[in-house]
């Protein structure tokens, strides 16, 4: 069994059982079983009115699971509704791809040996599909890997972060409500790492995707079963440039939220901040007076911004490097500890550029403030890491934007936006360390395809 907990004050929430081998060997044939059975396969329109009537479902209790990721995972409940929210639109938005989703006509008689044929592709299921998610958004990231693989005709196995299972768990359920016959959608709920690594490596597993720690991901790729296709999501060190022509006034609040939302425990959240010298000290100030107004408590409360870590040993982990940073010569505004679980958001003004903050995830309420002098010397420290997931820049030049965005290592670059904007229709990959392959919904069901190619001859 595992008990579920409410991040915030560490009380109980649930007990679920837990899966064993035998468990999990049987969800894996199961799965296997019924992607085998093309005769049963559900047809497009039938996999569409499941896919509606689950986003009607999930509508209907949409502050029903708002409450649980607040309660489980420790994101503000007015953060945690606009989750719930984008989860529905994420699942309408798979049952659109089957508009749209089709082969090509690949060109024949351009040769005289290629003539008298036609050739097209079609789109079909890769096959089985084992989902491993993350806590930090564990309804929307569940909605992520489950309806792009109901879509495409997947079956799927899920495995939700340990600490917030439940919305997962609720969520599958609903698919069930919703019309998905059994065996297609299962969630698992291992007893150890070793059975999530055999879950993620077994050879029946026809595309693996995965959320979580860089450590992780590139093990699980390692050892793959030959053939097995995978998609990584990791994290990053998002840089942030303010270039001097920016109106300060217009940029602290988004940046503030970038940073500090969900107490920064987002892979693309605003973390190395490198300002022009000549507005640094101005935008020290302003940032300092935004963040020190964040309410920060029970996630539960409809007036809290920021609220817990996931665990107290994060929550002690990030406080470790805030104080190795500020005992190498960093200045610190803000912070502290207000529970075992909550920090106090913080900035740190020019932290080495080799401490643990400069150079890793911080994955907490901190954001750390560099000075330059040059764009030029900003790029190259934006650049400098072995991570490269979404970045942004602030400014008024035309030039200077265009500039940035094309010599900035990043998957995305946002322009007068923060680092952590997101739509769930748009491209979402980590570049070197951050991750592989591609997601977003569209782009996972592409993932969760296979082509294959008819040649006629006539």
């Known amino acids: 069994m595992i008990e579920v907990v409410q991040a915030f004050d560490r009380s109980p929430i649930a007990e679920l059982p837990t899966d064993d081998a035998s468990a999990l060997e049987t969800k894996l044939t199961t799965a296997r079983a019924r992607f085998q059975d093309r005769a049963a396969w559900l047809q497009p329109h039938e996999r569409m009115a ?26 503000p409940y007015s953060d945690a509704l606009v989750e719930t929210d984008r989860a529905i639109d994420g699942i309408r938005n798979a049952a659109d791809l089957l508009r749209m989703r089709g082969g090509v006509e690949i060109p024949m008689g351009l040769t005289p040996a290629s003539e008298n044929r036609r050739a097209w592709t079609v789109k079909e299921p890769i096959g089985v599909v084992a989902a491993i998610s993350a806590f930090n958004h564990p309804l929307n990231l569940i909605v992520h890997q489950v309806a792009p693989a109901i879509a495409t005709g997947c079956p799927v196995v899920v495995k939700p972060a340990m600490a917030t299972p439940l919305c997962c768990v609720e969520l599958v359920k609903l698919v069930h409500e919703a019309g998905m016959p059994d065996g297609w959608v299962q969630t698992l709920l291992p007893e150890s790492r070793d059975l999530s690594e055999a879950f993620a490596t077994d050879a029946r597993v026809a595309f693996l995707s995965f959320i979580g720690s860089a450590k992780v991901g590139w093990r699980l790729r390692s050892i793959l079963a030959p053939g097995t296709r995978c998609a990584l999501e990791h994290g990053g060190v998002a840089p942030v440039i303010v270039d001097r022509s920016i109106d300060l006034d217009a940029i602290i609040e988004p940046i503030a939220k970038g940073g500090y939302y969900h107490a920064g425990q987002v892979c693309v959240s605003v973390q190395r901040i490198y300002v022009h010298a000549e507005l640094k000290q101005a935008f020290i100030g302003r940032l300092a007076a935004q963040v020190e107004q964040l309410r920060v408590g029970d996630p539960t409360r409809a007036d809290t911004e920021v609220g817990p870590l996931i665990t107290p040993g994060e929550t002690e982990r990030v406080e470790s490097w805030i104080d190795e940073a500020v005992t190498r010569g960093a200045r610190r505004i803000g912070g502290g500890r207000l529970s075992k679980t909550t920090l106090k958001p913080a900035i740190l003004v020019d932290p080495p550029r080799d401490a643990r903050v400069s150079m890793h995830e911080i994955f907490g309420p901190v954001t750390c403030v560099y000075g330059y002098d040059e764009i030029d010397e900003a790029i190259a420290a934006a650049n400098s890491l072995p991570v490269a997931f979404q970045a942004s820049i602030f400014t008024r030049d035309l030039n200077v934007a265009l500039d940035a965005a094309e010599r900035l290592d990043a998957s995305a670059v946002m322009v007068n936006d923060h680092s952590a904007f997101r739509t769930d229709w748009m491209p979402f990959a980590g570049r070197r360390e951050s991750g592989y392959g591609i997601g977003g919904i569209p782009y996972t069901a592409h993932e969760m395809t296979a082509e294959k190619m008819i040649v006629f001859k006539r």
């Open 50 to 75: 499941v896919l509606h009537k689950l986003a009607g479902l999930v509508e209907t209790r949409r502050e029903t699971f708002a409450m649980l990721i607040a309660r489980e995972g420790g994101k």
